[in-house]
């Protein structure tokens, strides 16, 4: 079996994307799992820009360094590089459901492709609700956001594990 890949899709990949990633790297690393992990935005404005300062001192204050990821734009060859794709929120789903790669009839292209989720589809009480955008809020929204993608992320390291 391959090893698993995620990737974290939210709008700019500066806040909650970064996080989420961060968030399952120390769940993976906890747990002694090998993943692929990764995130990127649908939009491209922040494209090679570092997270969010505030987003930084978030992971910071649980230990972890983000201030080396660099913001990216989804592309197509993720939908075949990553076994699940996780959208923040559903209006970055049904633009990943837009851009996926599409075969004959509109059917998703033949050969491994990624299965699009919404995240807090993983965690029991919380599905079809958005891990909240922090961006124009405080500190204490980002701490909420850490707290959602870290739910998520012991979520998805507990079924790996199965």
């Given amino acids: 079996m391959s090893q698993p890949s995620v990737l974290f899709v939210c709008l ?3 806040c909650r994307s970064p996080l989420a990633e961060a968030a399952l790297r120390a769940e993976a690393v ?3 799992l090998a993943v692929s992990i990764d995130s990127a935005g649908t ?3 922040h494209a090679g820009d570092p997270p969010d ?3 930084v001192a978030e992971a910071a204050r649980h230990g972890i360094d983000i201030s080396g990821y660099r913001a990216r734009q989804v592309r197509r060859e993720d939908f075949q590089r990553f076994s699940t794709i996780y959208a923040l929120d559903q209006q970055n789903l049904r633009d990943l459901r837009r851009i996926q790669p599409k075969g004959f ?3 998703p292209i033949a050969g491994p492709s990624a299965r699009l989720s ?3 589809d993983l965690v029991p009480g919380r599905e079809g609700t958005a891990v909240i955008d922090p961006y124009g809020g405080t500190a204490e929204d980002f701490a909420t956001t850490w707290e959602d ?3 998520a992320a012991r979520e998805i390291v507990t079924r790996l594990r199965r």
């Fill in 53 to 55: 300062p505030r987003a």
């Fill in 43 to 45: 939009g491209g404005w």
């Fill in 12 to 14: 700019g990949n500066i």
């Fill in 30 to 32: 906890a747990a002694g």
């Fill in 118 to 120: 919404l995240l807090m």
């Fill in 149 to 151: 993608v870290t739910l």
């Fill in 105 to 107: 009839m509109g059917r």
